[in-house]
């Protein structure tokens, strides 16, 4: 929730699809050998350029993955030659990154990478450091998977009080929280994640990297006393098996003797089918193949149509086959800005984003002659789209796998942006320039003008998709979990609400952010039992001086105390009223605690909170922001984190089945960059199905203790505001205040005769008795809200 902490999106990723090799066989092991070694010593002169060579030279010698940490400027050269380009890619992503992974060319292959900011420089102490992030294809298996290399501070836990002592601490404790939660995003995709680094910190004091992530065990390949770590996480259907570990020991050890102060560490894994029945060191692992059920010859109904994003409704569907539209009719397809394709293709589309397990973003359609010179008339006909490049490889897979001819195609200047290029084969209405694609396509090319091979995978045979669409068993090149999918939303409008602490702290312009669609707003209060964000009370200020409902969250620091004071510390530094959101729990970090831990730590963390809120006079149940699954609730909703450009539906922690909010951009990715009157900033969308009263504080006023009328009306009432809204004489709206007086006094928020109008009225703070009418209301509330918005705070 905080920037400092949701600095990655990578979690994000979709789970993958189990996709087999070239000729068509399931995936066997391959093994791959893990090395971390930590190159510098202390002090800075104690190991020579020489040494340091050595010592380079003998990890590339043994590794296949090499995470290497304190590479400073000095060291670079020396990285070049003990892991020649012509062998080896190293990885660094920032100038200033220490910490880069060395990957074997012959065996992996980059899809992405990244690094994440963990700690910045600190005088005395180190420079700035980085998690570094490759996600790698294994080219043996052809499937992806995640890599990460860290070092964290030094001296927190050294059981020596130094004068930074705390700072060290601190620090340590910051870096720790944000990698937790890069790791459970990762995790989160679907895809094996490996790691490892100076944690400098003992595994016998704490898993660092935790016990489970995001519900999957954590396997570590180092002894107790080891602050060096190699660790592995399943995926959904591949997975590790640590065959052995090697430590090469440091400078004060032998056996072979290392010139670093550091012992490097060697795990030996295997990567394959998670069904693989692990084997001697050095078998072959057995894979179990699962033999898909009959195809049946009666054809199915068209899928359900894709929701669309915006106001225009679904197309309705017939409900037989030989009812469906013809083949070359035309309709739109695409969860942003819909493209125009005949139902064919339509049908193709949707049966690949129901194996990608996310909506397709269509950046060019069908039927668009001379729409666009660069595709020399590929889309005048039918059955040609470009997709966003995002996860190419996967669309490309599943694209071929279903009956398209398709590729990805690079950014080329002046000519075309990064993008995924489909044509059906078989299709009967493509173009020439199409057609003639397609026959590159079975001659093993690229299709463009350069007639290059294609070497990325392809299906033998070839498939051709068949409309109406048929049933088919479950491929190989497609994943089977036995789970029903959760239904995620897109979200209905551009943004509902927004979050913010003080690193957004310029100026800002609410009014601005109001007209462009912002209806909430949450602000960032405390962190743990010592902080407190030092903006909070500015921004609560300017919030209800506009009238928009404000929120406070708390981050919570599970492994610093007990949960109950962290609780009592959120309240005693929060403002917090009647009409207010629900107050926010966000726990991102796990801090090496069990998820069963951090489970009862939550719950205590509601109750106090609930408890008292509720001796103030109010009703509220506390919304959990979080990745991590739980083993209870509580009666919370659930607020979650995916961003996402073609809004890809976030993973639902356990127990919940559905999110009520979803933080669907963080100003960097997903569909909002900048939010008009503060800019780049996080934000979220309600789920269409619960109201915002829902996500609103109550107070505990008896329902038949009626509001006396205003004599200060300032506007007349509109016509169609129903009796129950406002129960005044006079035709007026909102600004009825609720006090027994006819001028309301300015008495404290917690007292529920008193409370400010803005966020105790009816028409946005419906009683329980009202909910069956809400739907009817909803209408008032809308005319009401430009009243409210005028009145000053009290």
């Excluded at 002592?165 to 995709?189: C, D, G, T, Y």
């Excluded at 070839?462 to 959760?486: D, K, L």
């Excluded at 969308?685 to 008896?702: G, K, N, W, Y």
Aim: with cysteine; proline share 11%.
């Amino acid at each position: 929730m905080d920037s400092t902490t949701l600095t990655d999106v990578l979690e994000g990723l979709p789970s993958p699809v189990t996709l087999a090799p070239g000729n068509g066989a399931r995936p066997s092991a391959t093994p791959i050998r893990v090395v971390t070694a930590n190159v510098q010593s202390f002090p800075d002169n104690a190991l020579t350029l020489a040494e340091a060579q050595e010592d380079l030279t003998r990890n590339a010698s043994v590794g296949d993955l090499v995470l290497l940490q304190e590479i400073a400027d000095r060291y670079r050269p020396l990285v070049q030659q003990a892991f020649p380009p012509a062998e080896w890619f190293v990885f660094y992503g920032r100038r200033d990154n220490t910490t880069p992974i060395a990957c074997r060319r012959s065996q992996f292959s980059k899809v992405a990478g990244r690094v994440q900011l963990l700690h910045n420089a600190v005088a005395g102490l180190h420079t700035r450091r980085y998690c570094t992030h490759l996600r790698l294809t294994s080219d043996a298996l052809g499937r992806d998977f995640h890599v990460t290399n860290v070092h964290l501070v030094a001296g927190a836990f050294n059981n020596v009080q130094e004068p930074d002592q705390a700072v060290r601490l601190q620090e340590w404790n910051e870096a720790i929280a944000k990698h937790q939660l890069f790791l459970a995003r990762l995790v989160a995709s679907g895809l094996p994640v490996m790691g490892g680094g100076d944690y400098n910190r003992q595994l016998r004091q704490s898993r660092s990297a935790g016990e489970r992530i995001a519900g999957k065990p954590v396997t570590y390949a180092v002894g107790p006393n080891s602050i060096d770590l190699i660790w592995f996480v399943d995926g959904d259907d591949l997975g590790w098996s640590v065959r052995s570990t090697k430590i090469f020991q440091g400078r004060d050890g032998q056996n072979p003797r290392r010139h670093s102060d550091h012992a490097a560490r060697l795990a030996n894994a295997v990567l394959g089918p998670v069904s693989a029945t692990p084997q001697a060191p050095g078998a072959s692992l057995p894979v179990k193949v699962t033999v898909p059920p009959p195809r049946s010859k009666k054809p199915r109904p068209r899928p359900p149509v894709q929701a669309q994003v915006g106001p225009k409704p679904p197309v309705a569907v017939p409900p037989h086959p030989q009812d469906l539209p013809g083949p070359f009719e035309l309709t739109t397809f695409g969860d942003r800005s819909p493209k125009k394709v005949d139902w064919k293709t339509r049908a193709a589309l949707e049966e690949a984003q129901r194996r990608l397990g996310y909506p397709l973003t269509i950046v060019q359609g069908s039927y668009n002659a001379g729409g666009v010179s660069q595709s020399a008339g590929t889309h005048d006909g039918g059955g040609a789209v470009d997709l966003l490049p995002w996860d190419w490889r996967r669309k490309v897979r599943v694209l071929r796998s279903i009956g398209f001819a398709a590729w990805h195609r690079p950014t080329i200047r002046g000519l075309w942006n990064e993008h995924v290029h489909a044509v059906m084969i078989d299709h009967g209405r493509l173009s020439p320039s199409a057609a003639r694609q397609v026959v590159a396509y079975r001659a093993g090319r690229d299709g463009l003008v350069s007639n290059r091979p294609d070497d990325f995978w392809r299906p033998d045979p070839i498939p051709v998709f068949s409309y109406p669409p048929t049933p088919s068993a479950v491929s190989v090149g497609e994943r089977s979990t036995g789970e029903a999918p959760v239904a995620a939303f897109p979200p209905r409008r551009s943004l509902d609400g927004i979050d913010t602490s003080h690193h957004q702290d310029g100026r800002i312009d609410i009014r601005a952010a109001q007209a462009a669609g912002v209806r909430w707003w949450y602000l960032k209060a405390t962190e743990g039992t010592t902080v407190v964000d030092r903006i909070y009370r500015k921004r609560v200020r300017q919030a209800r001086a506009a009238g928009i409902p404000v929120g406070a969250y708390h981050f919570a620091r599970p492994d610093r105390g007990d949960a109950a004071e962290e609780a009592r510390f959120f309240l005693k530094n929060c403002d917090i009223r009647a009409g207010d959101m629900l107050p926010m729990l966000d726990l991102e970090s796990l801090e090496g605690m069990s998820l069963a831990a951090v489970t009862r730590w939550t719950g205590n963390w509601v109750a106090t909170v609930t408890n008292e809120l509720g001796r103030r006079g109010l009703t509220a149940r506390p919304i959990i922001y979080t990745p991590f699954d739980l083993g209870n609730g509580f009666g919370c909703l659930l607020w979650v984190a995916r961003y996402s450009d073609d809004f890809r539906p976030p993973r639902i922690p356990k127990p919940w089945t559905r999110a009520a909010i979803w933080q669907h951009s963080d100003g960097r990715f997903g569909p909002i960059k900048r939010v008009p009157g503060f800019g780049p900033v996080d934000v979220n969308a309600v789920h269409p199905d619960i109201p915002l009263s829902a996500l609103r504080i109550r107070s505990t006023r008896p329902a038949s203790v009626p509001a006396p009328p205003a004599p200060h009306a300032v506007a007349p009432a509109p016509a169609p505001a129903p009796a129950p809204v406002v129960p005044a004489p006079a035709p007026v709206p909102a600004p009825v205040v609720p006090a027994p007086a006819p001028v309301p006094a300015p008495a404290p928020a917690p007292v529920p005769t008193s409370a400010p109008a803005p966020v105790t009225s009816a028409a946005t703070d419906e009683p329980t008795d009202l909910e069956a009418v809400r739907h009817r209301l909803q209408e008032a509330v809308t005319s009401l809200q430009a009243a409210l918005d005028s009145l000053p705070e009290r």
